[in-house]
């Protein structure tokens, strides 16, 4: 898939295709020009979230988008809202009919950069994306109006993830990103860079778009810790994997995979407010050890036996996976003062 193709940065709203339904987070309903846009179609509004994605609502949302979408030859589904939404619309799009075409339009910082991208859909059974499909979407459209009207909390929590992919991609913008960061607001970069970020989450997917030969693991940088903060300190996403990001360039150096010049360029990323914040609640409430690996136990990038799939970076746009045990995470955590000795 020619990812160039796909996506679409604009200004305002798109026209729609004929036969486009169009689910919506129910919070964008509050907007005036959304609202003038969304009037032209036949739509279905959604409480965004998890529990959106749960299985048990899910047999009383499918059965609205089927009433919505009887009369109608060919419908294409159009998921307007967050990571939640793209999720449950992506999932419905690749089961509707036994698939139907997919429209997204993100409107948090975090789909519009991450998961509105790549074709993965997922709903919660129990614990979070357990059951999900690839579903390539047909467009997506990222529109600037709706962006930009989100409050400055979302785009910080968002940072995280437009950081991992500058130290992914490297190249040029990664050093325009570091030079901005120290004066810049979150949603700024996140405006800024948004081109840059999604191109570079293309030129890795696009190499292993069903995960087959792995080379699409590396996005999960700074997940695997990410994903144990976000659930024992409550985290948002994209905070939880900031944090993840500093434990795994501080590894990566400690195994001197990172090179001193190297980790000099990439530290001055975590002199933001929020990450040092954020960094000073989770070292105050370190984790047990015994809770640690219970978390991690459930990580999906789990590899035989005791042995996790960690990303390490051997230098900026060098991503290095390589299989850790869980003892050996959990010592340097310990050492870098996430969990209790
Ligand atoms: N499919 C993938 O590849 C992929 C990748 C990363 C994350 N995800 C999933 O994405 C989800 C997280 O995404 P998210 O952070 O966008 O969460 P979300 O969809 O839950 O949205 C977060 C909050 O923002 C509100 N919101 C949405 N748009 C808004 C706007 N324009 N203005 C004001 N408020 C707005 C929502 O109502 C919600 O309360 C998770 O379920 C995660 O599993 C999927
Ligand atoms: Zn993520």
Redesign the pocket.
């Known amino acids: 898939m020619k990812g160039s193709l796909v996506w679409q940065i604009r200004q305002s709203f798109p026209k729609l295709p004929p036969s486009s339904v169009v689910i919506y987070d129910r919070i964008l309903g509050r907007k005036n020009f959304f609202q003038k846009w969304v009037a032209s179609y036949p739509s279905h509004a959604v409480r965004g979230g998890e529990s959106l994605k749960s299985i048990d609502a899910f047999p009383q949302n499918i059965r609205k988008i089927l009433k919505l979408t009887q009369d109608l030859e060919k419908p294409i589904l159009v998921g307007v809202g967050g990571g939640s939404v793209g999720d449950f619309v992506g999932f419905c799009a690749s089961v509707l009919r036994r698939g139907c075409p997919l429209i997204h339009i993100p409107s948090t910082w975090?789909s519009a950069i991450?998961?509105a991208h790549g074709g993965k859909t997922a709903l919660n059974v129990d614990a979070k994306n357990q059951i999900g499909t690839f579903k390539k979407p047909l467009k997506v459209f990222l529109v600037r109006e709706l962006l930009e009207s989100q409050p400055e909390r979302r785009a910080a929590e968002a940072l995280?993830?437009l950081l991992?992919m500058a130290l992914l991609d490297g190249g040029g913008w990664f050093e325009k990103v570091r030079n901005a960061l120290p004066e810049a607001s979150s949603s700024f970069l996140l405006s800024r860079f948004l081109r840059e970020a999604i191109q570079g989450k293309y030129r890795i997917i696009e190499k292993d778009y069903l995960e087959i030969s792995g080379g699409r693991r590396v996005?999960n940088l700074?997940?695997t810790l990410?994903h144990v903060l976000e659930v024992s300190h409550s985290l948002p996403?994209?905070v939880a994997?900031y944090m993840g990001l500093w434990m795994s360039v501080e590894w990566s150096l400690q195994k001197k995979f990172l090179s001193q010049r190297e980790y000099k360029k990439v530290r001055s990323f975590f002199q933001t407010r929020i990450f040092q914040k954020s960094f000073k609640e989770v070292q105050k409430r370190k984790l047990s050890p015994r809770k640690f690996l219970f978390l991690l136990g459930k990580d999906k990038k789990r590899v035989k036996g005791q042995k996790i799939d960690f990303v390490f970076l051997k230098g900026i746009g060098r991503p290095y996976r390589y299989a850790v045990s869980f003892l050996s995470l959990l010592k340097e955590c310990q050492r870098q003062g996430w969990v209790k000795e």
């Open positions: 975090l991450d998961s995280g993830e991992k996005l700074g997940h990410g996403h994209g994997v």
